[in-house]
């Protein structure tokens, strides 16, 4: 049985490079959006934060090797990046994060309206309104440049040293 992986009609394209002018806006939207959330006051790891949790939900391996070296050198501990995906199961997580992880999940799963309702409840309790919708921005470029890498089946490559 063939687990469909192998051979010339299931060679994927690298559609970044493919179409490079089209990533290319993409890679300047996520430099506007990192821009935004800096001015809003979302800070590197809370970024790094919402970039992992959406690319687990995707399952994108290439953008979890990314963003978790990402992460890591932006101050991010092991511990917490080893239980992120049961945040909502520990104290690890400050009000702010949980309020834009929250939101970022609920943005990742445009059809449930109840999730996003419950999550936007909690965002504004908790963020301004600029936070939000940086969030927001931050979880839907993630989003997209996960399938970007899902769809291309971008490797993820062995790291010298396993240096972060």
């Not at 192998?6 to 993409?26: C, E, N, Y």
Request: charged share 20%.
């Amino acid at each position: 049985m063939s687990d469909g992986t192998t051979g010339p009609a299931s060679r994927r394209i690298f559609i970044d490079k493919q179409s490079p002018k089209a990533f290319h806006a993409l890679v300047q939207t996520s430099e506007a959006v990192r821009a935004t959330a800096a001015e809003a006051g979302l800070d590197r790891t809370t970024v790094e934060l919402i970039n992992l949790r959406v690319s687990q939900l995707n399952g994108c391996a290439f953008c979890l090797d990314l963003h978790t070296r990402k992460a890591l050198r932006a101050g991010e501990s092991s511990q917490r990046l080893a239980v992120l995906p049961v945040w909502r199961d520990t104290e690890l997580f400050a009000p702010v994060e949980r309020a834009a992880l929250g939101l970022a999940e609920a943005t990742n799963a445009p059809a449930d309206t109840a999730a996003q309702t419950d999550a936007y409840a909690t965002a504004r309790q908790v963020l301004t309104e600029d936070q939000i919708s940086a969030t927001v921005w931050v979880a839907i470029t993630i989003g997209a440049f996960n399938r970007v890498s899902v769809l291309s089946r971008h490797p993820v490559r062995p790291h010298v040293a396993d240096q972060p």
